[in-house]
């Protein structure tokens, strides 16, 4: 609640900060349940087919195997915590050597640079970088 919230910026723990952020909406939170049964209805009349290339869920950094599946965590994942730091890790052991974050690029590429050493990024910010990010991705491939 935002109550709690402002308790634990009052009293933080140790060596930490509490730091209010502007996003557009509490995503990823029990406060968006309202959403999830239009969408799980929606999604459940969709006809889906297996992805032919690697996905991976940001709720685990789990690869999906089926498009079913990739389509309910979808659903799911409107009230669940994204876990970047998984995706993470999970990338770094497939060995990738690059990373191109799609738009509005730029906060994940960042957060890749600190935690995924090695890793080239690339951030597409508008349709000027298509090009460029066409090259990186020849580069990685």
């Known amino acids: 609640s935002l109550e709690a919230l402002e308790a634990l910026a009052e009293n933080p723990p140790e060596r930490a900060r509490v730091i209010s952020l502007a996003v557009a909406g509490a995503f990823h939170t029990e406060f968006m349940a309202s959403a999830t049964a239009d969408l799980s209805a929606a999604a459940s009349a969709m006809e889906v087919s297996d992805p032919t290339v690697s996905i991976?869920?940001?709720?685990?950094?789990?690869?999906?195997?089926?498009?079913?599946?990739?389509?309910?965590?979808?659903?799911?994942?409107?009230?669940?915590?994204?876990?970047?730091?998984?995706?993470?890790?999970?990338?770094?052991?497939?060995?990738?050597?690059?990373?191109?974050?799609?738009?509005?690029?730029?906060?994940?590429?960042?957060?890749?640079?600190?935690a995924m050493k090695g890793v080239e990024t690339f951030a597409i910010k508008s349709a000027a970088d298509l090009d460029g990010a066409r090259e990186f991705a020849a580069a990685h491939a």
């Open 56 to 114: 991976l869920s940001n709720s685990d950094g789990t690869s999906v195997e089926t498009g079913r599946e990739y389509v309910d965590r979808l659903v799911k994942q409107v009230t669940n915590p994204v876990r970047w730091d998984l995706c993470q890790e999970s990338l770094l052991n497939t060995g990738i050597t690059g990373m191109i974050e799609l738009v509005p690029g730029g906060t994940l590429t960042g957060i890749a640079r600190r």
